[in-house]
Each structure stands twice: as C-alpha cells, then as structure tokens.
C-alpha cells in the first residue's frame, strides 16, 4: 500500500471549515483513499472514501487532486467534537479479493478545534 | 450503520495470566476480522487478520502463539492473550469488514484497554 503523509497537528476555529491535507504521491491506479478519524480512547470512526472523484457524505467532503498525488478532507463546520486524529490511508478497496486490503495506519493528524 | 462490539471494555489482570477480548459484529456479517494495538501516544499497528473458519495470518513481529486469535462465526472473533505480562498492556481494537456495494468498508469496536500487572 502507498504511503501517506500528513502535518502531525493543527488547529481550527469551531465554526469553521477545517482543512486536513494529505500527501500519496506513491499511490496506484487501483488504490483508494480512506479517511477515518479516532477521538481519545476509542475506536477509529469511518468518514469518507474516493478514488479519484471528489466525495461529499453527511460528515465532510473529499478533494482529491488530478493527479491524485494528495487530497484534502473538508470539515465543513467544526464542532468541538470533531477533535479527534484523522488519519488519511490509501489501499486497494475493491474486488472481493479476501484479506489483502487491510488498513494500515500512519501517525496522522491531531486535530484540536478551538472554542 | 455497521456496528461492533468489543467485551470487555476495559480489563486488568495479574502478569502471568490470559486474558480474552470478544469482538462481534452486531447487524453485519463479517467474513474477515482485525486485531490492532495501540499504545499511548502512538498510531494503530495491525496485529492480525482473521478470516472465518480458518487460521489468523499475523504480521511480522507478531507472536502467534501468545496472541491467539479464534475466528469460529460470521459475527465472532475472539484475541486471547496468553501469559499477558506488563508489557502486552495497551489498547486492543478490532474491526471487521462488511460489504458495501462494490467495495468492502472496514468498521472498528471500541477498544478493549488492558493493564497487566
């Protein structure tokens, strides 16, 4: 699977669209981006996938860029409760080839929204 | 959604002991399991992927023989530490793996925190 970086911190006004930027600029025609975020001391909570089209669901939005080298997460509003780390993993997501598109995660980014 | 739970939450045991952890798919079935640890501070690292009816493949580093992984139901995985010491104390987190449409989508539980002392 391609690696990722991303910032390890930042911060952003509640209210606010919150921006997370992530780098895959190893990444593979057949491999999708996956964002999942983990507040303290739970498990890491789903929120968004794309290929190459940009993605919006209830929780945020998905820019990926043409040439799919990096994306961005959007956080459209910001709420105290998104404070969380959000971490951005790419990996095969299709097919139903059994086993082999496990997760793997980086360091991520520890988002802290300001009252 | 797809949700799944973790027993315990929380556990403390004496060094020298075992200690299993359940981990269950509540509205989904799961033919595929993983078991994750992670340490304060620190990201995921995935331990081991279990597939229904069949052995855990583990990643490298990980020992099998004290992280025993049963996967014996759609809905059902189990991670039994073996002769825990203070060191295997960490947070222990599972996901499973449900369809969803063309892809499959990857859920967690919420963590099981094992101190070992």
């Known amino acids: 699977d391609a690696k990722t970086t991303q910032p390890p911190s930042m911060d952003c006004a509640e209210g606010r669209a919150a921006n997370l930027p992530c780098n895959h600029s190893?990444?593979?025609?057949?491999?999708?981006v996956y964002w999942y975020r983990q507040i303290h001391s739970q498990g890491p909570q789903y929120i968004i996938h794309?290929?190459?089209n940009n993605e919006t669901n209830e929780m945020a939005s998905l820019i990926i860029t043409e040439d799919r080298k990096s994306s961005t997460l959007i956080l459209p509003h910001a709420t105290l409760r998104d404070t969380a780390v959000y971490y951005c993993?790419?990996?095969?997501?299709?097919?139903?080839?059994?086993?082999?598109?496990?997760?793997?995660f980086g360091q991520g980014t520890r988002l802290t929204i300001n009252p | 959604g797809a949700v799944v739970s973790q027993h315990p939450s929380w556990v403390i045991c004496k060094s020298g002991t075992s200690v299993k952890i359940e981990c269950r798919s509540l509205?989904?079935?799961?033919?595929?399991m993983f078991w994750y640890r992670q340490f304060p501070k620190q990201s995921l690292m995935l331990m081991a992927t279990?597939?229904?009816?069949?052995?855990?493949?583990?990643e490298q580093g990980v020992e099998k023989d004290k992280f025993l992984i049963n996967h014996a139901s759609l809905t059902l995985s189990t991670l039994t530490v073996t002769s825990a010491h203070p060191e295997d104390s960490s947070f222990y987190i599972c996901?499973?793996?449900?369809?969803?449409?063309?892809?499959?989508?990857?859920?967690f539980g919420p963590g099981t925190r094992l101190t070992v002392t």
């Open positions: 279990s597939n229904e009816g069949s052995k855990a493949t583990y």
């Open positions: 996901s499973a793996r449900a369809a969803s449409g063309s892809t499959y989508e990857q859920y």
């Open positions: 794309g290929l190459k």
């Open positions: 190893t990444i593979s025609g057949n491999e999708y």
């Open positions: 993993i790419v990996r095969v997501g299709s097919g139903r080839i059994q086993g082999a598109q496990k997760l793997v």
């Open positions: 509205d989904f079935q799961a033919t595929t």
